[in-house]
């Protein structure tokens, strides 16, 4: 889908302006969103689903100001993108749960840490995809390994059953504990406390820097796909920005166990598999899918598991990941 595209008009769109009020407008909802997670101290299912919904009524709508600057075509490639980006930070966070857990962080703290590891880490994919595209665009042939990455994470992911996350392996991990001062409990959300005229770190420090290097990871998988679906960063990043609006309240669903999309798993596998043998095919100028044609498949595939999901959703499923 990242090849050929038309170039949108409303380009202009794209000024220093809009990106400052984009950006505020954003970090109100997170403001908004963790001032709901401070009133208490853990969300309900019916809150977590209401607020889940929100949210991605919030990310939806961002595809109606995507339709009138850029019309019905980009539309289509930003839904493509917010779906499948939408899944990929949904398994992230079974991850983010066994982390989590192994630090033995209180449900209270939980939702700073996850916000604060968010917002860095839209950092670094905002530069992933900037960098990318260039890369695309310099050298052709480049999409051709950004397309075997993808089969290969496709492949990883019909083979992977079970969560496994080892934060006592993680280098940066290692290296903090070893110089840096680190408290042995927690004080709140504090990531940063005095004692005795000292200035320490508390193990919170240990749980942000294991969520953004295994951030740094799924990025692997994520910023190729979606540069698989455009190349347009407007339509790339806000994709992205709109997936990881109201993660909480999707954490908090998965933390409570009860909503498990276990097709979704799969689809995702085939997804990114049929994006990685496309963007291979296209690369060594074999044959082209329409764009089109890729985002109907795509969208078919992620809505139909969510539907299946939904239906079959009791019993434990061979794809479920175990936390």
């Given at each position: 889908m990242a090849e050929n595209q038309p170039v949108f008009d409303g380009m202009d769109l794209l000024t220093l302006e809009f990106w400052i009020i984009y950006h505020i407008v954003i970090a109100i909802f997170i403001v908004i969103d963790l001032w709901v997670a401070h009133r208490r101290e853990e969300l309900t299912f019916r809150d977590a689903t209401i607020w889940s919904i929100i949210w991605i009524i919030v990310g939806v709508a961002w595809g109606g100001v995507v339709y009138y600057f850029y019309g019905l075509e980009a539309l289509g490639l930003y839904m493509a993108a917010y779906l499948i980006e939408k899944m990929l930070s949904m398994d992230n966070l079974f991850v983010f749960a066994v982390i989590f857990s192994y630090f033995s962080v209180p449900m209270k703290i939980q939702p700073l840490v996850l916000y604060v590891g968010i917002i860095t880490a839209v950092i670094f994919r905002a530069l992933f995809i900037y960098g990318g595209i260039l890369l695309i665009k310099a050298f052709h042939f480049s999409i051709v390994i950004f397309g075997a990455i993808l089969l290969?994470?496709?492949?990883?992911?019909?083979?992977?059953?079970?969560?496994?996350?080892?934060?006592?392996?993680?280098?940066?991990?290692?290296?903090?504990?070893?110089?840096?001062?680190?408290?042995?409990?927690?004080?709140?959300?504090?990531?940063?406390?005095?004692?005795?005229?000292?200035?320490?770190?508390?193990?919170?420090?240990?749980?942000?820097?294991?969520?953004e290097t295994t951030d740094i990871i799924f990025a692997v998988d994520s910023i190729p796909a979606v540069l698989a679906i455009t190349t347009n960063f407007f339509i790339a990043y806000t994709s992205n920005i709109s997936a990881v609006l109201g993660l909480r309240a999707l954490y908090s669903l998965i933390s409570l166990t009860v909503l498990r999309f276990k097709y979704v798993g799969k689809a995702l596998a085939i997804i990114l598999m049929y994006l990685g043998f496309k963007m291979i095919l296209s690369g060594l100028n074999i044959f082209y899918i329409p764009t089109s044609i890729s985002v109907t498949i795509v969208m078919t595939i992620l809505i139909g598991s969510v539907i299946l999901s939904l239906l079959k959703k009791d019993g434990d499923s061979e794809g479920d990941k175990t936390i």
């Open positions: 290969y994470s496709g492949y990883k992911l019909t083979k992977e059953k079970k969560v496994s996350v080892e934060p006592e392996k993680n280098p940066i991990v290692k290296m903090a504990k070893k110089y840096l001062p680190i408290t042995d409990k927690y004080y709140g959300t504090k990531f940063i406390v005095r004692n005795q005229g000292k200035l320490y770190f508390t193990p919170l420090i240990l749980v942000l820097f294991t969520i």
